[in-house]
């Protein structure tokens, strides 16, 4: 292994170690200088050969010949061309035929042919050196014709040295070229080596790098070129060859922290070792950056990312651990009063920081074993593993005290619960929350500790809300359409969409019995936008099928003020493949006192997508509000369409209305039409639209479309 490109020791003893880019001393360069030396010293013997074998013009020339020949040598070791090679035939073929014995000619011609042949490259040998063999040929053929009777020992003693010459410089050739190449790949693979980012080291019997590259060096902290001594490290602290865990041989990586914030992965292979005890391979990959990354997205997980507090399942995951350790557990549900107002009316930037400043207040007056966490949007937690009732409690009213000892104080609802024999993670969350619940009905900014006899009430309303919860994340819910009809054609034109909840055990629940809990709690916003999902698809599917019917969604206040709401609607046409044209979004008169919210709608509009006021007359009815924001669809309440017949001034307010849509360039749709006498009177009076029972009752896209398809 001591080729160029790739060096280390070679003895099992031997101690000093180098790193595969330091390539040691080629032992080539010495036979290529011993060489040129005996082929100098030949020429050297052919000259003097030529100059003492008598006086002569032309041993004196051929003398001088040779005499260029070894200066070429000289001047050019490795770059002699074929003017050299033709001179060394000329020379040679003359020296044979005025000296009497060839020796010193086969001399000069095995230095001439072997020097050539140490060089390598294909222009250099076989061919130029055939040039002097031939030389030689012809001189003795010259020779031995001028001989009147021929000598065969003396032309045997000639010609094999020849032949020996000619096999010998075309062996030795080969095998220059194949060591050449062997060191070229040897530089490569020594070049890769170094290249790559990967760590490489060859360990012994006793864990001291025998080979190893740069990047090793770094990644292990080796000082210099020398890394005698050092050891490969493993998780259990011993040098991995070692370690009794088996670090070294295991089939999976392991990983390493040689030094403070870096992180190695280490594969180990065995290596056989024709005599001694085997060795191993080491490579080691930099996965610092992925463990960063791997813990970055686990904080990321675990933390809530507005307050730093922990995420909801990760704290609910901290609840089931102690529990599972320690049979008393005390938990804090903390819902911060009036959130709500302060969000609307000053925005939600405010709004953030105030979720912040509370969540830094109740961190501070947490002793050192509990820990908070956020469940969702104002809704807050704490875990008090080994508290009991008096101690939770007297736990809850210091993080009250906490919220509400500052110049701005927070008030906050605080229900406090301990866990009990048979009571799980999730019930002792929904006994404190039941609680928190209480203490809000009971005007709020106080503590009550849960007790089984708390009200049904307050307990039913915190399982329709983690029932609601679930009933939004498991598609529980289920959206059925009422048909919108043309008066003037008596053509259905649209549909509202109308969500139902199929409750588990309790049947379909019309909205009035769960919307109010959703809008109270938040969940207002993920049921609404599975509704926006679902009426989109369904329109959609509905111009496939040869029906283009609109849609109508009612949207709350909420969801409107929420951030991004226009991009989210935007989002679900987009998917859905809608047209904005063919779909209507429905809010009550309660909009106008919600400024977020309205700026919200007047965006909605003015992207293309239809606006309908609902229960028009019912709430925060204003002539100014409707001049100042126009809506395309004036929607009448059924309390005024009930009444038709039975008071002349219902009819009167109802003409009213319609003229006051037409003023603003808004269709009327009656809400709640139930008789033909309905409908007649309402298209009589100019109403565009209407929908109600005699049309047709609210049901599912498949009973819908059957019904449509017989007629209504």
Request: some cysteine; proline content about 4%; charged content about 20%.
């Amino acid at each position: 292994m001591g080729a160029s490109g790739v060096a280390g020791s070679h003895g099992s003893g031997a101690k000093a170690t180098r790193p595969v880019n330091r390539a040691p001393r080629d032992p080539s360069r010495t036979v290529r200088l011993l060489t040129n030396v005996f082929a100098w010293l030949g020429g050297a013997a052919l000259v003097g050969n030529l100059l003492l074998a008598g006086d002569g013009v032309v041993r004196s020339a051929l003398a001088a010949v040779v005499v260029l020949v070894l200066g070429s040598w000289w001047l050019r070791p490795r770059g002699d061309g074929w003017l050299v090679a033709v001179v060394e035939g000329v020379a040679t073929a003359g020296a044979v035929m005025v000296l009497p014995a060839a020796q010193p000619v086969l001399a000069f011609l095995f230095g001439a042919t072997t020097r050539r042949a140490l060089h390598g490259g294909p222009g250099r040998y076989p061919v130029k050196s055939l040039v002097g063999l031939g030389g030689y040929v012809v001189g003795l053929c010259l020779s031995l014709s001028r001989t009147d009777q021929v000598d065969p020992d003396v032309v045997m003693a000639a010609v094999m040295p020849l032949l020996g010459l000619v096999i010998g410089t075309f062996a030795l050739h080969e095998t220059v070229r194949a060591a050449g190449a062997e060191q070229a790949a040897r530089r490569t693979v020594g070049a890769l080596l170094e290249a790559t980012p990967v760590g490489l080291a060859l360990l012994d019997e006793r864990g001291t790098p025998r080979l190893h590259n740069l990047r090793a060096r770094e990644m292990f902290g080796w000082d210099g070129g020398n890394a005698a001594g050092s050891t490969v490290p493993c998780p259990h602290g011993a040098g991995i060859t070692g370690c009794r865990d088996g670090c070294a041989s295991a089939e999976d990586p392991v990983e390493v922290e040689p030094r403070n914030g870096l992180v190695l992965s280490v594969h180990t292979a065995p290596v056989e070792q024709d005599t001694g005890p085997d060795h191993v391979v080491v490579a080691a990959v930099d996965v610092s950056g992925r463990r960063r990354w791997e813990e970055a997205l686990r904080d990321r997980a675990e933390r809530d990312e507005l307050t730093g507090l922990a995420s909801r399942a990760h704290f609910l995951h901290l609840v089931r651990e102690a529990m599972a350790v320690d049979p008393v557990v005390g938990l804090l549900v903390v819902d911060l009063d009036r959130f709500k107002d302060v969000n609307d009316a000053d925005g939600h930037e405010v709004g953030d920081r105030y979720l912040k400043a509370a969540a830094a207040r109740m961190r501070s007056a947490l002793p050192a074993r509990a820990v908070a966490g956020r469940l969702g949007g104002d809704e807050f937690a704490v875990l008090a593993p080994g508290f009991g009732v008096r101690d939770t409690v007297r736990l809850a009213k210091s993080v009250l005290r906490s919220l509400n000892d500052t110049a701005e104080p927070f008030a906050a609802s605080v229900g406090a619960a301990v866990s009990q024999a048979g009571v799980d993670a999730a019930d002792l969350l929904r006994d404190a929350d039941t609680a928190m619940y209480v203490a809000k009905r009971d005007g709020g900014n106080q503590v009550r500790q849960f007790r089984q006899e708390m009200g049904e009430e307050a307990l039913a309303r915190q399982r329709d809300r983690a029932d609601l919860r679930t009933a939004i994340e498991d598609d529980q819910l289920v959206v059925h359409y009422q048909p919108i009809v043309d008066l003037a054609t008596s053509a259905v034109t649209g549909a509202e969409a109308l969500v139902r909840w199929q409750r588990p055990g309790e049947g379909l629940l019309g909205p009035d019995a769960f919307i109010g809990l959703a809008e109270e709690t938040g969940l207002i916003v993920p049921l609404g936008q599975k509704v926006l999902e679902a009426a989109c698809g369904q329109a959609v599917r509905w111009k496939a099928e040869g029906r283009s019917l609109g849609v109508t969604v009612n949207v709350s206040t909420r969801e409107l003020a929420t951030p991004g709401f226009l991009q989210r609607l935007e989002r679900v046409i987009t998917t859905a493949g809608l047209t904005p044209s063919r779909l209507t979004v429905e809010v009550t008169e309660s909009v106008w006192a919600d400024e977020p919210a309205m700026r919200s709608l007047v965006a909605v509009r003015e992207a293309g997508i239809r606006v309908a006021l609902d229960d028009f007359g019912t709430g925060y009815s204003s002539l100014s509000y409707l001049q100042r924001y126009p809506f395309d669809v004036v929607k009448i309440d059924r309390s005024f369409t009930g009444a038709l017949g039975r008071n002349g001034r219902t009819e009167g307010v109802i003409r009213c209305i319609i003229a006051l849509a037409e003023v603003l360039g808004a269709k009327t749709v009656a809400e709640g039409v139930e008789t033909p006498d309905q409908a007649d009177w309402l298209r009589d009076a100019g109403c565009s639209y209407a929908q109600g029972y005699l049309f047709g009752k609210p049901a599912d896209a498949a009973e819908w479309n059957a019904r449509s398809s017989t007629g209504w």
